[in-house]
C-alpha cells in the first residue's frame, strides 16, 4: 500500500486563477446562487444573474476541499494498525499537520472524520506498539 503525503494533494475541479493583475476565473465554476458560469469573470466582483459575491463562491468551493494531511493521517493510521505500526507516531504527526489546516475552515467536514480516524488509529498502534516493545523488554531482561 503506498502512502500519501499532504503535498500530494490536488483538487482538479477547483477554479484556477490567473496570477497575472486583475485575477479571473480561469476555469468552469459556477455560482453558488444560480449556477452561473463565473468563466472568464474577474475575482472580486459580483454575479452578474443574482448580484451574489463571487468571492463567495469560491470560498463555498474551497471549503469542500479535502485537506491532505488528514487524508495521510487515515491512511497512515490504516497502515500502522494493518501492515506496519511503525506508521502510528507518523500518523499523529499528520493529524496535527491536519488539525492546523483544518482550524482555518477551509475543508470539508469529510477532512474532520479522516484527521479523527488518524489520530485514534495512531494512538492505539503507538500503544500497542509501546505495550509490545515493553514487554520485549522486559522479556529480554
Ligand atoms: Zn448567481
Excluded: W
Excluded at 471549503?63 to 497502515?79: K, Y
Amino acid at each position: 500500500m503506498q502512502n500519501r503525503h499532504a503535498n500530494s494533494h490536488s483538487s482538479p475541479d477547483l477554479p484556477r486563477f490567473a496570477s497575472a493583475q486583475p485575477p479571473s476565473v480561469m476555469s468552469s465554476f459556477n455560482c453558488i446562487g444560480c449556477g452561473y458560469n463565473f468563466t472568464g469573470l474577474t475575482i472580486g466582483g459580483i454575479c452578474p444573474e443574482c448580484g451574489r459575491p463571487i468571492e463567495e463562491s469560491i470560498a463555498a468551493l474551497r471549503r469542500q476541499e479535502t485537506c491532505g494531511a488528514a487524508t495521510a493521517s487515515m491512511v497512515l493510521g490504516i497502515v500502522s494498525l494493518t501492515a506496519c505500526a511503525l506508521c502510528g507516531p507518523v500518523a499523529l504527526v499528520y493529524y496535527y499537520k491536519a488539525r492546523k489546516q483544518l482550524a482555518t475552515g477551509h475543508y470539508s467536514r469529510g477532512s474532520h472524520g479522516m484527521a479523527k480516524a488518524g489520530l485514534i488509529m495512531g494512538i492505539i498502534s503507538t500503544a500497542i506498539t509501546g505495550v509490545m516493545g515493553g514487554l520485549f523488554l522486559v522479556g529480554g531482561l
